[in-house]
């Protein structure tokens, strides 16, 4: 087969059946705009309520931006190969899509992480909160995050970028991932995926470590606290968060929990297309639904006295 550093492929990880199409546009249409209604949903009322201009809901809105971007990242361009039955992709289209979609993921990972640094802060050092999570250190957790996820994805990129590729080549999944791109690469590329895996296990498994160690800690408190009252109280903040943690990092170690060379069997494209797609759309319908202090706002924001029912 032909080599070149600026191949076109093709998307070929959906349904090869024709007939089902239609139904699979309809159903991820319906998810990509019930994600983006639901994100800018979150983002309105903490925008627009000072009582929710607080750490926990600064972070809030950051992953709800976040996941805005995250999902316009790979539905837009399923969304088109659907309709359109035609799912090529050119080489520097697939390589913007991989660096794009590599910064939104690692955002959703380190700010997960630094909302349950603050959970933490909140409850095993509650006299002390107002001076450990000042805007000023919020604001660099998230600027340092996004300084982060940007360095490590365009090393991932520029090392994708020095690879030969087979041409007219079939990539099997719905966008562009490193996994199937390394499958297709006809140069050498024992280096470069070995450093990506080291890159990528430093970005996910340090959070996660993180998150592991903050709510051991944040347990330890509150099984001190006396009152059964008091530990559901506290617990009440950290539910949400954690049911985005645990859907989050389910499906990306479905994923990714595997070298990145090896095929992608139709489970692993299931659990990519959830948390592509499907945990973006959930999480701030989970803060909403469990947060009174959101609902109440948004109703207000919205001039309406029933958002849910």
Known sequence: MNCSKNPDFVL??????????QLLFGLFLALYLLSLLGN????LPIGADIRLQTPMYFFLSQLSLVDLCFTSTTAPKMLEDLWTSNASISFSGCLTQLYFFAVFADMDNLLLTAMAIDRYAAICHPLHYP???TPCRCGLLVVGSWGVAHSVSLVHALLLSQQSFYINQEIPHFFCDFGPLFQLSCSDAHLSEEVMMALTGILGISPLLCIISSYVHIFHAVARVPSAQGKKKALATCSSHLSMVILFYSTVFATYLKPTSTSHPPGELVAAVVYTLVTPTL?????SLRNKDVNSSLKRVLGIESLWN
């Open 12 to 21: 070929s990880g959906l349904s090869r059946d024709p007939e089902k199409w």
């Open 283 to 287: 999480n701030p319908f989970i803060y």
């Open 40 to 43: 800018l949903l979150l983002l």
């Open 131 to 133: 001076l450990l999570m």
